[in-house]
């Protein structure tokens, strides 16, 4: 995370309630108004709660405090929609400019989703942001306060971690152009690289080792990099009970920066080392 975070757009007004959140209810007219108007930035994207910039994974903490002081301002309110009925203190989504809303996908207000997005039957979660020409697959699911990058495919059942507390914790970062086989974990503050493809059932977490297979170097903890396929695997530890296999995320091929997924040559390269996308 950067040390040095750009000025909030959200008004400071927030980390003013923060300071007293512990006695705030929804009684507080004055202070909901002012959590709204911050959601409503996220909403509509002019406020992230975390973006890359030279890159490094910059948190908007203002941001983040504006979404936990919604669940305290918010009262609870029942909506419907059609014959299904909600009960919860944050509302629907409504504001949908470019994107395609599939019948059965659910995005919190709160959350962004960029021209271009098309969201399947699937859950985006309050303070997500979803940028242009993502596809968000059937039954994926993005975590509160997730950043998923432009030309993003999220397959079948991909699970995208959130992350509100505790402060300073890092949130899911998926970059531009990467593609997330389906069932594949992305959680605690995890990193897919720009252009990464992470294998189907991959379970990528902050404190996962990745390992280049061709070398058996570690290349970093919870990060995959820029450009390569990476799959699920494990590596052997001793114990003083034994030997075991622990889990661990393998990068198996390197792909030209620009490089664009190819399915057939990225099944040819999965069925080298005996796995699927």
């Known amino acids: 995370m950067s040390d040095q975070s750009p000025p909030s757009p959200i008004a400071p007004a927030i980390d003013d309630l923060w300071e007293r959140r512990a006695e705030l209810s929804p009684r507080d007219t004055e202070a ?4 709204v108007n911050a959601i409503d930035l996220l909403d509509t994207g002019k406020a992230r709660v975390a973006e890359l910039s030279g890159g490094d994974v910059v948190v908007d903490e203002r941001a983040r405090r504006a979404i936990l002081l919604a669940f305290r301002v918010l009262g609870m309110a029942r ?33 962004y989703m960029a021209p271009g997005v098309v969201l399947m ?24 306060c997730a950043h998923i990058g432009a030309n993003v495919h999220l397959s ?16 899911v970062v998926v ?9 594949a974990m992305i959680v605690e503050g ?32 919870g990060r995959v990099p820029d450009w390569c396929v990476a799959v699920g695997g494990t590596r052997q530890k001793e114990f003083p009970g034994g030997t075991f296999g622990l889990p661990c995320v393998l990068v198996i091929k390197r792909l030209e920066p620009g490089q664009r997924h190819d399915k057939a040559a990225l099944n040819e390269a999965l069925r080298e080392h005996g796995v699927n996308t």
């Open 79 to 111: 909506t419907q929609v059609g014959d299904f009925q909600h009960n919860d203190r944050v509302p629907l989504k409504t504001t949908f400019d470019g994107v395609r809303v599939v019948p059965g996908a659910i995005a919190r207000w709160g959350s």
């Open 175 to 183: 970059e531009d152009d990467a593609l997330v086989g389906s069932r």
């Open 190 to 221: 995890a990193r897919v690289g720009r252009g990464a493809v992470v294998g189907a059932g991959t379970i990528l977490s902050a404190s996962m080792p990745v390992i280049d297979v061709e070398t058996g170097e570690e290349l970093a903890r």
């Open 32 to 35: 909901r108004a002012t959590v």
């Open 156 to 171: 079948g059942g991909v699970g995208i971690g959130g992350v509100l507390e505790p402060p300073g914790a890092l949130p």
């Open 121 to 144: 039957p699937s859950f985006v979660n309050i303070g997500a942001y979803v940028g242009g020409g993502t596809m968000v697959d059937t039954w994926a699911t993005v975590g509160s």
